[in-house]
């Protein structure tokens, strides 16, 4: 069979490759050894010139070399095919790991504020919300801080206007909620307070209370008492105990402040309770006659309990916080401990 005929079947053979070859840099390459590596078929053509006579030597030379240049013109297409092919479908690998996006986190106190609600939504309770720019009859006059008493100095209050302030404390929402709903009223109530204090690693000028409130006939302290000791069995641990200290607050008599057994050292002293085995943990009482009246609620029928607690340094004893102003810096660092 004559040369030309010969390059004319191999160029068939190489169409046909061309067209199905794989795209993948593997079969590229066996393409370009097979017809123009250094033993492939088209310089093997060549090499059989030598028995050729001159004329027959320039044109099987024609055939061959178009032959040629058409084969390297095939290799350099599927090197370009099989490069951005591979950004398509070959570039997949399945076993690398994914990438992950960056989410947010609860912030810790958002955490305990959520675990707390969550154990007084079982017993019964309901979430409610005030707003945190208050009138001074809400945060003091309907809880029976009288205007110009001394009872308000526990308090630092940044005013805004004559009547209108931040609020001190969630206590607030305790008179909203009787004005709004008639008894039996169980709620708890959540939220940020803000105080003019001096700002140090224990007080900020913002921080967090919840708020309980229970109206209902026949209310007692012992039930106020068993609530509380549920609340801090489930959250702290069955071991915990609980000492009721008198106290004093305008809109509860008689008033009580509440600590625990210390759970870092289960009551036996350390750094983090002063070596006295006991942590303040909330302020409560029974619902003062006046703050019932002045919610248009009969004092003679009924009666109730509210509680207030810190959210703020349950959270910080729970991880260790020696610093306050984390919880309000923003810092990316801190907060994402808690994810
Ligand atoms: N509002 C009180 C405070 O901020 C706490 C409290 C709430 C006390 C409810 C008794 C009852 O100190």
Request: glycine content about 6%; proline content about 6%.
């Amino acid at each position: 069979m004559k040369i030309t005929e010969r390059a004319e079947i191999i160029r068939r053979e190489m169409e046909s490759d061309f067209f199905n070859n794989r795209l993948d840099f593997q079969s590229v390459e066996e393409f370009r050894v097979k017809y123009i590596g250094k033993k492939g078929l088209i310089p093997g053509l060549f090499r059989e010139f030598g028995s050729l006579s001159s004329d027959e030597k320039q044109e099987a030379g024609k055939v061959v070399n178009i032959l040629k240049k058409d084969a390297e013109k095939f290799v350099s297409e599927l090197k370009q095919k099989s490069e951005s092919d591979k950004d398509k479908t070959d570039f997949f690998d399945p076993s690398l790991p994914g990438l992950r996006p960056d989410v947010g986190n609860l912030h810790p106190i958002s955490i305990t504020m959520r675990e707390i609600s969550n154990i007084f939504r079982e017993m019964g309770f309901v979430v409610e919300f005030g707003p945190e720019v208050e009138t001074d009859y809400y945060n003091f006059q309907a809880l029976n801080f009288p205007e110009n008493h001394p009872a308000r100095d526990m308090q630092d209050t940044f005013f805004i206007s004559e009547d209108t302030l931040l609020r001190t404390h969630t206590s607030p929402i305790q008179v909203r909620s009787m004005q709004k709903q008639k008894p039996p009223i169980r709620i708890l109530a959540p939220g940020r307070v803000f105080r003019n204090e001096a700002i140090s690693p224990r007080s900020y000028c913002v921080f967090h209370q919840i708020e309980g409130l229970y109206i209902d006939e026949k209310v007692t302290f012992s039930e106020l008492k068993s609530t509380l000791e549920i609340f801090a069995k489930s959250y702290f641990g069955n071991d915990v105990k609980l000492r009721f200290r008198p106290s004093y607050f305008p809109f509860t008599e008689p008033s009580a402040e509440v600590d625990i057994t210390c759970f870092i050292c289960g009551g036996n002293g350390c750094r983090v309770c002063k070596n006295t085995g006991w942590l303040e943990i909330l302020g409560c009482g029974m619902v003062d006659p006046n703050v019932l009246k002045a919610s248009n609620i009969d004092p003679e029928k009924y009666s109730g309990y509210a509680f207030g607690m810190g959210p703020d340094r349950i959270t910080m004893l729970k991880y260790g916080i020696d610093d306050i102003r984390l919880f309000f810096d923003g810092d990316i660092r801190f907060l994402k401990q808690f994810s």
